[in-house]
């Protein structure tokens, strides 16, 4: 374990970008040998492949923290001995996982700005979501309104309508008293 913190001191070298680019592929690499012991294809690398050369194998700090962890040169690849149990290089990895910028890396503009904390974002979920129930709530009253005042016209034109043939049958009567024969006296 002592190599591997060794080597780990070595990409205090590199920006932290770097830094934790490398670091976290190595967590990668090595998680990926953890949870699959048995399979060959996750215990050798090829120097050639792109995305490993430019986050590690560039970097000759990078090379002596694989070398630390394991990992032996054959060839044109990288391999870990099948007998050889990562997991505790993984563990120091992922303990040194955390990697802050150096204050020479910070941009003027951006130095004082501080990123919005999870609270805040739940804060901002929260205030959003409330304003769409708010807008839902307004509309369902618009619609309620709307749907009771179509009630209010129906029940006035039904008024209306009883009225009118109320008055049509009361009329009817009239005129058939009026029209219609006296009848005979007997």
Not at 54 to 77: I, P, T
Not at 115 to 141: F, Q
Request: glycine share 2%; aromatic share 4%.
């Amino acid at each position: 374990m002592e190599d591997i913190e060794a080597a780990l001191t070595l990409l205090d070298g590199l920006s932290s970008k770097d830094r934790r680019t490398c670091i976290e592929l190595m967590i990668k690499l090595l998680g990926n040998v953890v949870r699959h012991p048995d399979d060959p294809k996750y215990r050798s690398l090829k120097v050639t492949n792109k995305t490993f050369v430019d986050a590690v194998w560039r970097h000759d700090a990078g090379q002596a923290v694989m070398e630390a962890s394991g990992w032996q040169v054959v060839g044109d690849s990288v391999q870990l001995p099948p007998s050889f149990d990562p997991t505790p290089c993984l563990n120091v990895l992922l303990s040194n996982r955390d990697v802050k910028p150096a204050a020479s890396e910070w941009v003027e503009e951006t130095k004082y700005l501080a990123l919005k904390s999870p609270n805040t974002r739940e804060e901002e979920l929260r205030e959003k979501a409330l304003k769409e129930k708010e807008k839902e709530i307004a509309e369902m009253k618009k619609e309620m309104a709307r749907k009771s005042e179509i009630a209010r016209q129906v029940r006035a034109e039904h008024r209306l309508d009883m009225e009118s043939r109320r008055y049509h049958n009361a009329t009817q009567a009239e005129v058939k008293r009026f029209h219609s024969p006296a009848k005979a006296e007997l």
